[in-house]
């Protein structure tokens, strides 16, 4: 399979984060059809309010990395569907309104104005609106999973979701304080985005009625693709250039979140450098806009950036052997070597 | 039944909601006791910040009415505790993880600096923290319902939650429309109210094994209960001596709410009185404090409180019929009773 998925992505001519998830997207191009249909019908409600919002957030077009994850790991544990058999597609549905939910709930929390380059719901919509329209796709999601069936698909996103709050209530609690240890921002990072990312693999091995040793093999991928994914993400909220993604450069920084680049830079740093960082982040409102340069020139200083990816790529190569140890026998080779070029290449982004 | 009720209420000098409420609290003792003691062990993460804050809104005290309704509904369905079987008291405590996360999310959507007479869990912890510990608790609550495996009650409870969210959207595109009818207001009650009493009796009967008769019965007076409920609290919100309520009077007028008060008073209104309505619900930042005197005097004037309450007695009474009418052999006559008298004396409020 290793040599496989080698073959796979040279094949496909993949070398960025970027082009192994549209490689892998376009190879189950039929399922996230399927998918983003049933995400469509699903979020109708006699309300009309609740399917404009959630419009809005579906058009602004995020990857759909979650249901996707669901649908390739379903396809990669045998599952094959028979005629009108298409679980795999409500449960990737169901993950992918947790995650708008969860996304919904951050805006309007952190009163973000941009999400993915476009207003946000709650600049659009208030924030009562995007609060209760978040609650109401989570309530969908539960609907949903019940009328599939599936207790350990449930028990699994049900721990999921839990995890994710507390996830993020720990983040919050470690916001502005810089005596946060590397151990527990990446307790943070787990719950806020692995947990997720490794309940949807796993739910798709569930879907497909994998044995205990490739569920495994399958939550631990994603469980790992997920903290290099969230630690990339944190790396270029100080990479100055990448403006086009749609996010404000620095809004990490602004907000006082401490994240392992801020974490590498402080610990790096001379006293000065220090008492900068403690001013910046832990005194967050008072910065000046010169504060984000100074941070960014530190950063690159201490290659803090560097540190960051270094250890993303760690993740991502435990993502990979994963997978690779477990020898899942689909056949479908292909798939494969599609999702551990996902993994290897997180670490490395087109953008 | 009918007369086991009627002696019940009389052996216990019930004349009033609040004392059949604590009647029936009294009754069912054991059980509240062990359902208060779920909800604290169910609610603890090692993210401290979370059964702090959840505790906050538990030493509130609210009159734990929802997960009492599943305990009776269990209980008068027949449900009969053996050794360590307790479901009925795991599902109670669900639905007061689903009850408290709407009322965290409520107070953050409506700035609410008060909550049952204390101070709200946002005004202590801000809205970012009562935001996610009330998803924390939804995600909770559908954890323990997948441990105890019933997917009838995931059904139900999910399909309540979905409806409850919808509900409160209702609500909020109704607010400062004068043009609402009493049937649309009518259906927000019913979302945000009547629909999570309903589904709390009818997963009692569920944990209770009933059949479909009783089920049905039992859903009937929980959102018949549900309704008149809430028509009380509307009512409450424009009577002037309530101010024992912990809730100040008036809220409903200053956040410009259709209720039936109002609409009531509105449609019963000459030309030069329908304009004031207008004026302050539809613009209701334009509110002068004289405003609310103004309210009152009109809807004292149209017996609007009057015309509220006799529909909430109407709702009451069908609740009863649903309870008589379906003959629920459990052989617990005391404890019907005891129901009957919650939903007779629901618009009879001692305070």
Request: proline letters at 1%.
């Amino acid at each position: 399979m290793n040599s496989g998925g080698e073959e796979a992505t040279a094949q496909e001519g993949v070398h960025d984060g970027e082009t192994a998830l549209r490689a892998l997207a376009d190879y189950l191009a039929e399922d996230m059809k399927a998918c983003n249909r049933e995400i469509v019908a699903r979020m109708q409600s006699e309300v009309p309010l609740i399917p404009q919002l959630a419009a809005h957030l579906v058009a602004a077009g995020g990857k759909r990395l979650r249901p996707l994850l669901v649908l390739a790991a379903a396809r990669l544990a045998g599952y094959d569907v028979q005629g009108d058999d298409m679980r795999h597609v409500g449960v990737a549905a169901c993950v992918e309104f947790i995650h708008t939910a969860t996304l919904l709930h951050d805006d309007v929390v952190d009163n973000s104005q941009l999400r993915r380059g476009l207003a946000s719901a709650n600049a659009v919509f208030g924030n009562k609106a995007s609060v209760l329209v978040g609650d109401f796709l989570f309530a969908r999601a539960f609907q949903i999973l019940t009328a599939d069936g599936s207790l350990p698909v449930m028990a699994i996103l049900s721990a999921a979701s839990a995890t994710l709050a507390e996830g993020e209530v720990m983040q919050m609690t470690t916001q502005n304080d810089l005596s946060t240890t590397v151990d527990r921002y990446l307790q943070v990072i787990y719950g806020k985005t692995a947990a997720l990312f490794a309940a949807a693999c796993e739910t798709g091995a569930v879907v497909a009625g994998a044995d205990e040793h490739t569920r495994a093999a399958l939550r631990d991928y994603g469980a790992n693709l997920g903290m290099a994914f969230q630690l990339v993400d944190d790396a270029l909220d100080y990479a100055a250039d990448q403006a086009v993604l749609g996010k404000t450069v620095g809004d990490d920084f602004r907000e006082g979140k401490v994240t392992l680049p801020v974490l590498a830079a402080y610990h790096a740093g001379n006293e000065e450098e220090r008492a900068f960082w403690v001013k910046t982040i832990e005194d967050n409102e008072s910065q000046v806009d010169a504060d984000l340069d100074r941070a960014l020139d530190l950063i690159a200083k201490t290659d803090a950036i560097g540190v960051t990816m270094a250890r993303a790529r760690d993740y991502a190569e435990k993502a990979c052997q994963a997978l690779e140890g477990a020898h899942i026998s689909s056949g479908d080779d292909k798939l494969a070597g599609l999702l551990v070029a996902v993994a290897r290449y997180t670490a490395v982004r087109s953008r």
